[in-house]
Antibody, heavy 119, light 107 residues
Framework: QLQLQESGSGLVKPSQTLSLTCAVSGGSISSGGYSWSWIRQPPGKGLEWIGYIYHSGSTYYNPSLKSRVTISVDRSKNQFSLKLSSVTAADTAVYYC???????????WGQGTLVTVSS | EIVMTQSPATLSVSPGERATLSCRASQSVSSNLAWYQQKPGQAPRLLIYGASTRATGIPARFSGSGSGTEFTLTISSLQSEDFAVYYCQQYNNWPRSFGQGTRLEIK
């Protein structure tokens, strides 16, 4: 059974870079036909898609965040990562990683990790 | 970007009754529409994909319908564990986008 697990710093200072990693277990991140995404949810609010990386390494980012986002993959560790630069309080959210299959939405999801931007 | 609009924002229904949730897309997404359930402190769970196909392990009381720009999630007989927030999401276009959610609460 495929499982995803986020990890990283839970507290980031304004203007710094948020860094998170999603470890994939129970399957290979190099399997074709899937993309690996980051999605976030500010406290008490809805879901915002951040971006994805394909197993080949190709990426696509939400235009609203594109200038600040980098998603990368480490196939040797079976994980992918998110970097979000120049963070502000508006970037405080629970960050989820998830797999998107071919025409079936996001499943599974990681359990999510709360990142707070504060000095 | 495709804007997904859900209605109502909050729906109050008694256990055992039927709940009908709506989702509208600002342009056609064909049948590339998913529904998720989210409970407090948990990640969203995929319920429906392809607008009408139940995900693995999802009870038959959950059903989805629609195509193009208008979609519906129906829960035929509400159980206590169904009270949660529900999101629709389109995966027809990039960037992917979610509705703002419908909170299903006990009446």
């Amino acid at each position: 059974q495929l499982q995803l697990q986020e990890s990283g710093s839970g507290l980031v200072k304004p203007s710094q870079t948020l860094s998170l990693t999603c470890a994939v277990s129970g399957g290979s991140i190099s399997s074709g036909g899937y993309s690996w995404s980051w999605i976030r949810q500010p406290p008490g609010k809805g879901l915002e898609w951040i971006g994805y990386i394909y197993h080949s390494g190709s990426t696509y980012y939400n235009p609203s965040l594109k200038s600040r986002v980098t998603i990368s993959v480490d196939r040797s560790k079976n994980q992918f990562s998110l970097k979000l630069s120049s963070v502000t309080a508006a970037d405080t959210a629970v960050y989820y990683c998830a797999r998107e299959g071919n025409s079936y939405g996001y499943d599974p999801w990681g359990q999510g990790t709360l990142v707070t931007v504060s000095s | 970007e495709i804007v997904m609009t859900q209605s109502p924002a909050t729906l109050s229904v008694s256990p055992g009754e039927r709940a009908t949730l709506s989702c509208r897309a600002s342009q056609s997404v064909s049948s590339n529409l998913a529904w998720y359930q989210q409970k407090p402190g948990q990640a969203p769970r995929l319920l429906i994909y392809g607008a009408s196909t139940r995900a693995t392990g999802i009870p038959a009381r959950f059903s989805g319908s629609g195509s193009g720009t208008e979609f519906t999630l129906t829960i035929s007989s509400l159980q206590s564990e169904d009270f949660a927030v529900y999101y629709c999401q389109q995966y027809n276009n990039w960037p992917r986008s979610f509705g703002q959610g419908t909170r299903l609460e006990i009446k």
